[in-house]
């Protein structure tokens, strides 16, 4: 299903991509900040795509830890560098836009510091995957399990570190007529996600086959 | 032998490895030496960087007193396991018939003890150096010392022991403790702060910072305690 789905999945991204600068070109200009508020199109969408990959690969994690399926670390493998990838968009983007609207490139706001501790979290994820040698796969999945318990602990006590020295941010509550564009970011995000996932899972089963071929083909 | 399941049980195996941890390090006391002194020189190396014309930046005992703590008990987790490693003693003590989460515990116990008697030099050393008033709440100061540690080593001990068999284990510990530990960091951090500097909170402060060490402890003892066994099954 997956492997059939891919290509027209992949070139409706595109085409969203595509036609998402008209849409966030007609969106009204945001009162304050002017034509620098548009990279929240692409900056919000990525974050919510960072979080669900988090997710995935938590849930995935424990699957495999109790239940033993094989099938279930791969799922959290990709979704481990997907947070990694569209965490590191949200971490490009964010900088860009905070250099005009606050003045600063970084501010250690909640929400920034909670983002960028998970991503920090699953790129030691891939690191020991990457560099932990035999055994990993189960190690990592503590460490997501671990990660995912940490999100809460994180966000509070990030929150209450920061509300002792209060500053004031800009919130930006969504103008209706800025709704379509954005809800259109979200789509093709949501769908080039889904489209890259599937492909990194593909080329993840088939190591694993390849892997079983050669094992059986030594015996 | 009593019911394998039973608490007593459990209680006696952790004692059981608490004990043979500590008679271990009292033959030769080399974590406990190297981990203090490590300690200390952190302490030193942060006083060159933080004291501007003799005198201290504002609160920056609280943060040296805590990064000097995760720095040194990053050392003594990884010294702990590579004892056991290097004598393939973990091997044998997983082989053992009795419940991995005691053996866990005991783990976490021996650490605990090891650390406590690092802080017992540290608090004081930074304490005079620094000029901070660090006991003047001293229930307080212990309280978020033992919960803030208890959080650190709780997840520390799991990480290390399950980076025993892993490549490249003496980097990577550090690398999965510190981002995961943040909150333990801030708690302390801020806590000692609102103990010692007066318009940081005060007491209340360090009260509500406490009360979440309390919870995180809770919470990722018992995530180690369930997830120790599936962890480390080859």
Not at chain 1, 107 to 115: E, G, K, N, P
Not at chain 1, 146 to 160: E, L
Not at chain 2, 21 to 33: G, H, K, Q, W
Request: aromatic content about 12%.
């Amino acid at each position: 299903m997956m492997r059939r789905s891919f290509v027209p999945v992949l070139a409706l991204a595109a085409v969203m991509f595509a036609a998402a600068p008209v849409l966030i070109a007609r969106a009204p200009y945001e009162t304050t900040m002017g034509l620098v508020q548009k990279i929240f199109y692409f900056h919000v969408p990525s974050a919510m795509m960072m979080f669900v990959s988090a997710f995935v690969c938590g849930i995935a994690s424990a699957v495999f830890l109790f239940g033993r399926a094989p099938r279930a670390d791969r799922v959290a493998l990709a979704g481990a560098e997907l947070v990694a990838v569209f965490g590191l968009v949200v971490l490009v983007t964010g900088p860009i836009w905070a250099r005009k609207a606050w003045g600063v490139w970084w501010q250690w706001d909640a929400r920034l510091t909670s983002s960028l501790l998970l991503w920090m979290i699953f790129l030691a994820y891939l690191l020991l995957r990457r560099y932990g040698g035999p055994g990993a796969d189960r190690l990592s999945a503590g460490l997501a399990l671990f990660g995912m318990a940490n999100v809460p602990f994180v966000y509070w006590s990030v929150n209450v570190w920061r509300t002792l020295h209060p500053k004031t941010t800009v919130v930006p509550s969504l103008d209706p007529a800025m709704r379509p564009a954005f809800w259109w970011a979200v789509l093709a995000f949501t769908l080039l996600y889904a489209a890259v996932f599937a492909a990194r899972l593909r080329l993840e089963d088939q190591r694993a086959r390849l892997e079983a071929l050669f094992l059986e083909l030594d015996e | 032998m009593s019911d394998p399941g039973s608490l007593a049980t459990f209680l006696r195996v952790t004692w059981l490895v608490t004990r043979k941890d500590l008679t271990v390090e009292m033959r030769s006391r080399e974590i406990l030496y190297t981990t203090t002194f490590f300690a200390a020189s952190c302490v030193l190396v942060f006083a060159f960087s933080f004291v501007r014309d003799g005198r201290p930046l504002d609160a920056a005992a609280a943060g040296i007193l805590w990064i000097a703590i995760a720095f040194a008990g990053t050392l003594a987790l990884g010294r702990t396991f590579e004892r056991e490693r290097v004598n393939e003693t973990l091997h044998a003590l997983m082989l053992a018939p009795s419940d991995r989460p005691a053996v866990y515990a005991g783990k976490l116990a021996g650490i605990l003890v090891l650390l406590g008697a690092v802080e017992a030099v540290l608090v004081p050393l930074v304490a005079l150096l620094f000029q901070a008033p660090l006991f003047a709440h001293p229930g307080h100061l212990a309280l978020l010392l033992v919960v803030g540690t208890l959080g650190f080593a709780a997840v520390g001990t799991l990480f290390a022991a399950m980076l025993v068999r892993a490549r490249s284990r003496d980097v990577l510990l550090p690398v999965l403790l510190y981002p995961i530990t943040v909150p333990v960091i801030i708690a302390g951090v801020r806590g000692t702060a609102a103990l010692i500097a007066p318009d940081a909170g005060g007491v209340a402060a360090a009260r509500a910072w406490i009360g979440m060490l309390v919870f995180f402890d809770a919470v990722f003892v018992t995530l180690a305690l369930w997830t120790f066994e599936a962890v480390m099954t080859e």
